[in-house]
């Protein structure tokens, strides 16, 4: 069964950093595209950043120029650097890849900017 395990939220005063990480209970070279996503109280997921396995990645507006995805495959682990945080990204931040057929989620994790 595959697992997706987020790490790394917490509270942040605007204009600081966090940086998220996303552990996989499988191998995820084979995987193509993996993505964060965030679902701020009262609003719906949204995506925030997609990779490739070749490592191309695509950006929301909101965070374009702020955030910064990666992957290490031979750790099964992806990244979101976050920088210059505002109070409008306080959201619960989950990770997500398509594993046979299936989107699978991570439980997320919060992540509160506020002064």
């Known amino acids: 069964q595959v697992q997706l395990v987020e790490s790394g939220g917490g509270l942040v005063q605007p204009g600081g950093s966090l940086k998220l990480s996303c552990a996989a209970s499988?191998?995820?070279?084979?995987?193509?595209?993996m993505g964060w996503h965030r679902q701020a109280p009262g609003q719906t997921r949204e995506v925030v950043a997609v990779?490739?396995?070749?490592?191309?990645?695509v950006y929301a507006d909101a965070v374009r120029g702020r955030f910064t995805v990666s992957r290490d495959n031979a750790k099964n682990t992806m990244l979101l650097q976050m920088n210059s945080l505002k109070p409008e990204d306080t959201a619960v931040y989950y990770c997500?890849?398509?594993?046979?057929?299936?989107?699978?989620w991570g439980p997320g994790t919060p992540v509160t900017v506020s002064s």
């Open positions: 997500q890849l398509l594993w046979d057929s299936q989107y699978i």
């Open positions: 499988v191998n995820i070279t084979s995987v193509n595209v």
């Open positions: 990779i490739t396995g070749g490592g191309r990645s």
